[in-house]
């Protein structure tokens, strides 16, 4: 604090004489570059000055920097080819200071310095050697900063519109990302500003846009596919904005698509296609249906896109044209929304579909061919979510024209169409007909196939033999997609007068739940045969998902490991044999995730009366749960993410005692047991340094994923008091069907993507949480689970864990051998967390509430904080702030803090050979083997849902 006043006090004087320094050194330098002379010595010493000057940009008062034109001083530089980087560095490190609003705002004085002659004419000399670029990119950067924050009046606009445009137009990738990421802000600035006339902010578009379009629409080079990406998405988000502020600004567009829509194939590159259909996308979504002129014009072009796409016969420019159709059915539902959908809209419409679906009768199995088919199903998924309303007119004419291709279409394109009749569905809120809709996509005698097919292992091991596979795979395939669409797309509706909601899915899944229950439980047994221990090894896609490395979602492909020949009944070999492997590890990654989508959206969309079901909670442990321990953390994750969260975190508080606590009761000591030995396992591995370091990485990673989600499931659960409402999450993420939005491949996916823990204080323990608290098994699994995950190393695992024990507190503080435990790995991990604030403030709030609780209870606390490195004056001070009441939280707080901080033993403290260290107390569960139960059957086969295909001695042949 002191070094910071002193800093203040001197800043004014220091600056000057930095900036005196730097035009003295400036002038000798050019002097000497004039004479010839050696340059070096005046080069890094003006270098030096500028990056001190950068130092002080980032914190000194801005009135201080705003005299005697320094910022001029720097402006000049940009001139210098020599220390014109240094300078835009400069000028960018002032743009992001950080503070309030106020202090970060710009005053025009700056804006108008920067703005200056000199600007353009170091763009104009800018060349593409690398420091030239590097140097563009920053001074990018400074105009994206500056178009964010400052106010500009109508010359202001005008000038930034030429600064922009000349870094635009220079001709390197990376110079026009930055000129249009300013430009993005330039527009996001200029909307916010009410006062300027809309037409003053259009006039300096187009040019910078016409730049950005012929550059997009260009084939790309391999080694710009990642730069024009990022081009791509800045210019989606311009358009948006210009669309906005310009009512007009379609005819913009309307002239890319001509330059497409009336030029011969040959001519236009797919790619060009693509990038035009992108472009429209964007501009027609911020179209509003009070704009006349610009819907007529739009319904004019979908009747010229149409006469393009009849009259194409290129398949691949087809598809393309077809986008372009779909960015456009936007103009439809505005000439909806005006109430003037007349019988000539509706012909359109008609016909777009018409000739959509006479891709279906396409007899070759050519790539395109395949491509536009599996395009026509995606389009019917978009046009029915983004236009459900729209597509009600035309709904029985979409089932004739299905009834007259259906023998020709495959089953993705059935489930395409389907999907798009569910989700237009919707709009009826009507109960029996949206039931019978659902009840005539699913087929019950395939159900029976399949329920037949997965009786015991023998019958579905046949299913893999190399003759029959590719045939009989789709009795299993097509039943699961097909329900997963159903849950995923129909919604609840509300019953008349009540809070409840019905859907119209329960009753038909209710009857095929217990073939999807043994079809998951059928899976795990077939884990455990040799022949197929290859499909649970980890594909390339999931290793880089696990990692957090991006990939490109079109050209991801699952990988298959050909480690090990297979015996028994399946046999594989290279060549052939591998395609057969790879086709098996494809059905059963896909249907697995399917089936997991289901039993969890049934928990969603069915509470409370799901909860109802006979014996659910066994059916979801005995079934989904068989032989867990086997498979490995990223596998048992997907269980719980996909299945055992929204089953847990959905339970009605009719069910708490009944199904929750009961299912808690015996899954909490698996996942202690299990993440306690992982983690043990794991640091071992690391303490020995032995093996594979990639190996050991990836697995680290699984297992702090695993960690995190199931203590952030129970971290939600000790604070919930009443069942968490959101939307159906779908085991795998993405929807293979949905092209257009540039969704990948469902089932080959699975998405790591982690939900950030809650922040702010910890709740107060709720209804849920006192119910399995007061189980004793429950607690000591929770409870214990937590004190160790305070010290395993991973700061998202500590924080939840410190955060359900804050929550559990009332309940925990009542057993003193337990607070001891979690005080000792407290006193640990606070030394491994000492620089993760929000860890730091969870760890010192547990300390405090110990300390003040059973400094003077239990003599241990202090010999042990003696033991840990704490001075005994420091304690003392500490027992005396517990007296004075409330008034010193603060105080003891920050007392553990700057103890932790000057520990002596700190980095001795962050190991477990620490000699003060005390672990938890051991469990009962770990003494009697109680979470290994879980392993087995874990209430035998006594399971009913009650249901005309019943569980009911379903696996007696197993066991």
């Not at 398949?315 to 393309?320: D, N």
């Not at 237009?424 to 097919?453: C, F, H, P």
Request: with cysteine.
């Amino acid at each position: 604090m002191e070094l910071m006043q002193t800093l203040n006090l001197t800043a004014s004087d220091i600056t000057t004489l930095l900036f005196t320094i730097e035009s003295n050194a400036i002038q000798h330098f050019l002097m000497a570059k004039q004479e010839g002379v050696e340059t070096g010595p005046l080069e890094r010493r003006i270098r030096l000055i500028l990056s001190v000057i950068g130092a002080y940009f980032e914190w000194v008062n801005t009135s201080i920097i705003l005299l005697e034109g320094r910022i001029w001083a720097l402006a000049i530089l940009l001139q210098v080819k020599e220390f014109r980087y240094d300078a835009a560095q400069c000028l960018l490190q002032l743009m992001e200071r950080k503070g309030t609003k106020k202090e970060q705002e710009v005053p025009r004085e700056f804006l108008l310095d920067i703005c200056c002659a000199n600007v353009l004419s170091s763009i104009a000399s800018a060349g593409n050697e690398e420091d030239d670029v590097k140097f563009l990119k920053k001074l990018g950067e400074v105009f994206a900063i500056l178009c964010s924050v400052t106010t500009m009046n109508s010359h202001d606009i005008l000038n930034m519109d030429k600064y922009i445009h000349a870094l635009a137009t220079h001709g390197d990738i990376g110079a026009l990302i930055s000129a249009t990421q300013a430009y993005n802000n330039f527009l996001r600035n200029m909307e916010r500003q009410s006062d300027i006339p809309k037409p003053e902010l259009a006039s300096g578009i187009t040019e910078l846009i016409q730049v950005i379009v012929i550059r997009l629409t260009k084939t790309p080079k391999p080694s710009e596919k990642s730069e024009l990406n990022q081009l791509r998405q800045l210019m989606g988000q311009i358009l948006r904005t210009a669309s906005k502020l310009d009512d007009r600004f379609y005819f913009t567009a309307q002239k890319w698509l001509y330059t497409c829509l009336f030029a011969d194939s040959c001519s236009v590159t797919v790619h060009q296609w693509d990038t035009i259909a992108f472009l429209l996308d964007c501009v027609t979504s911020s179209i509003s249906h009070e704009i006349d002129g610009v819907i007529e014009a739009g319904i004019k072009d979908i009747r010229l896109a149409l006469d393009r796409f009849n009259n194409e016969h290129d398949l691949t420019v087809k598809s393309s044209v077809l986008s372009v159709i779909s960015s456009l059915f936007v103009f439809l539902n505005l000439v909806r929304e005006q109430d003037k959908f007349e019988e000539a809209c509706l012909s359109l419409m008609n016909s777009i579909f018409s000739a959509a679906f006479d891709c279906f009768k396409l007899e070759d199995l050519s790539e395109s061919s395949r491509f536009i088919r599996k395009h026509v199903a995606s389009l019917m998924i978009k046009l029915g979510s983004r236009f459900p309303v729209l597509l009600t007119f035309s709904f029985e004419y979409l089932n004739l024209l299905a009834k007259g291709v259906v023998h020709k279409m495959r089953h993705v394109e059935i489930q395409g169409l389907m999907e798009c009749l569910f989700l237009v569905s919707n709009t009826w809120k009507n109960y029996e007909r949206q039931k019978m809709l659902i009840e005539t996509a699913l087929d019950l005698s395939a159900w029976g196939e399949m329920q037949k097919l997965v009786e015991s292992p023998d019958t579905f091991l046949q299913l893999f033999e190399d003759s029959v596979f590719m045939d009989r795979k789709s009795v299993v395939s097509n039943n699961v997609s097909m329900l997963h669409a159903a849950l995923r797309r129909v919604q609840s509706i509300p019953v008349d007068g009540k809070e409840e909601r019905v859907h119209p899915a329960f009753d038909i899944s209710r009857q095929l739940l217990p073939i999807v229950l043994q079809y998951v439980k059928i899976l795990y047994v077939l884990f455990e045969l040799p022949q197929f221990h290859y499909i649970l090894e980890l594909t390339d896609l999931e290793k880089m998902q696990i990692l957090g490395i991006t990939h490109s979602p079109m050209t991801s492909q699952r990988t298959v490991s050909t480690n090990g020949n297979s015996d028994g009944s399946l046999r594989c070999s290279t060549g052939e044999g591998d395609n057969h492997r790879t086709s098996i590890r494809k059905f059963i990654h896909s249907t697995l995730d399917f089936s997991y989508g289901i039993l969890g959206g049934c928990c969603l969309l069915f509470a409370p009366k799901f909860y109802s079901i006979p014996q659910i909670c066994e059916a979801y442990l005995n079934y989904v749960g068989w032989k867990l321990e086997t498979l490995s953390d990223f596998r048992i994750r997907n269980v719980i993410r996909y299945v055992y969260r929204p089953f847990l975190l959905y339970c009605p508080p009719s069910a708490y005692e009944t199904v929750l606590k009961p299912f808690v009761r015996a899954f909490a000591p698996f996942m202690m047991e299990r993440l306690a030995n992982r983690w043990n396992q794991m640091q071992e591995a690391i303490e020995s340094s032995d093996g594979d370091e990639d190996k050991e990485v990836l697995e680290n990673s699984i297992l702090r994923l695993l960690s995190r989600e199931y203590l952030e499931i129970i971290n939600r659960l000790l604070e919930r008091s009443s069942p968490e409402k959101a939307q159906f999450q779908v085991a795998g993420g993405d929807d293979y069907m949905e092209m257009d939005d540039g969704m990948e491949e469902s089932g080959t996916h699975t998405s790591t993507s982690q939900k950030q823990p809650q922040t702010g204080a910890p709740k107060e323990l709720g209804d849920v949480g006192a119910i399995l608290l007061a189980n004793p098994i429950c607690f000591r699994s929770i409870i214990h689970l937590c004190g160790f995950a305070l010290c395993w190393d991973d700061s998202g695992v500590s924080y939840r864990a410190g955060r359900c024990i804050l929550v559990s507190w009332e309940v925990v503080s009542q057993y003193p051998d337990v607070v001891f435990g979690v005080f000792t790995n407290c006193l640990r991990s606070i030394c491994v967390w000492i620089e993760n604030e929000a860890n730091m403030d969870i760890l010192v709030r547990l300390l405090d509430l110990i300390f003040k609780k059973f400094h003077k209870q239990d003599p241990r606390v202090v010999e042990t904080m003696i033991q840990w490195g704490a001075p005994e004056e420091e304690i003392h001070k500490l027992a005396s702030f517990c007296a004075d009441g409330p008034k010193n939280d603060k105080k003891r707080k920050d007392l553990f803090r700057r103890l932790v901080r000057n520990n002596p033993n700190l980095e001795q403290n962050k190991t477990r050979k620490s000699s003060w260290l005390e672990d938890m107390p051991r469990l009962a569960a770990q003494k009697e083997g109680m979470a290994a139960e879980f392993s087995k059957s874990v209430l035998g086969n006594g399971v009913d849902l009650n249901e005309p295909i019943s569980l009911a001695d379903m696996f007696s042949k197993w066991q």
